[in-house]
């Protein structure tokens, strides 16, 4: 069951006109550009807060896809809410506000609790804190089925170009990355979303996802740029089992990916794509995924 929203946002969020400083020596004088929107909100559950740094627009399903992608929350239904406001700093600045109200009866443990101090900023480029073993970090996150869903690297390439044909904000500012939740399979595009964050980017997507309660066990994400262990997590947390980026992987989303029985393809362009990691998913192009059964 979805949590009822509030507003898309208080402020969603188009590119910025900006004019540059000045052209370089021998170049014509550019005209006033488009940039890409950098803005802090504020993620409340209880008396706990994260800030972020984000592209305004679809400010719930980041809240929303935060929560769940961090394994503070364990599935949508544990919301039930989020207001979306804006107050005043000290400064006198607005600032964007996503209050997340919890289901009656849920309050978060000391555990949760502890996630989210840590988790202090939901920084536009940032890594885990703290890393540990892949074991370690994949432990208690229930294996997947392997062999499910079929995917090709035709397949996979096809829903980069899915993706890349839903970023109109990259294709005004050249500024930011993309996430995109697909249907593995049929290629249905599910959520995809924008923000100057990557990891942004996926919370927005993964959260749109599972508050219109897709299956994401038959689910692919697709990421614009590398795949790092933190994306590969978020995945794992919310049971998608192949993730595929335009990028490449780094080492610990290598091995977390392998540990976790989960998909993992990068450098998923025209006529190329890796494979890293799978678990029984990946075909030949020329099976494709109803006729592999």
């Not at 979805?2 to 400083?21: M, T, V």
């Not at 998923?268 to 494709?288: H, I, K, L, N």
Request: charged residues 25%.
């Amino acid at each position: 069951m979805s949590p009822p929203l509030g507003r898309d946002g208080p402020d969603p969020g188009g590119p910025r006109r900006a004019a540059p400083a000045a052209a370089l020596p021998g170049a014509a004088r550019a005209a006033d550009d488009d940039v890409v929107r950098e803005e802090p909100l504020v993620i409340e559950v209880g008396a706990e807060q994260v800030l972020t740094l984000r592209t305004p627009g679809d400010d719930a399903d980041l809240a929303l896809g935060f929560l769940l992608g961090e394994g503070i929350l364990a599935g949508a239904d544990d919301v039930a809410g989020i207001e979306l406001s804006a107050r005043t700093d000290e400064d006198g600045a607005a600032v964007d506000v996503a209050r997340v109200a919890l289901r009656p009866g849920l309050a978060l443990g000391p555990f949760q609790r502890a996630r989210l101090s840590r988790a202090h900023a939901i920084r536009p480029s940032c890594g885990l804190c703290g890393l540990a073993s892949p074991a370690g970090l994949t432990r208690g996150l229930p294996r997947l089925d392997p062999g499910a869903p079929r995917v090709s690297l035709d397949g996979l390439r096809a829903l980069v170009s899915a993706l890349r044909a839903r970023q109109p904000l990259f294709a005004a500012t050249g500024g930011c990355h993309a996430a995109g939740v697909f249907e593995a399979e049929s290629g249905a595009a599910w959520a995809v979303a924008e923000d100057v964050g990557r990891h942004n980017a996926l919370d927005k997507a993964l959260g749109r996802a599972a508050r219109e309660g897709r299956d994401l066990a038959r689910a692919a994400v697709v990421l614009s740029g590398r795949a790092g262990s933190e994306l590969v997590l978020k995945a794992l947390r919310l049971g998608v089992p192949v993730v595929a980026a335009v990028s490449a992987p780094s080492s610990l989303a290598v091995e977390v990916a392998l540990e976790a029985g989960q998909t993992l393809v990068a450098f998923v362009r025209p006529g190329g794509g890796r494979v890293y990691a799978d678990d029984g998913r990946v075909v030949a192009s020329a099976e494709r995924a109803g006729a592999a059964r």
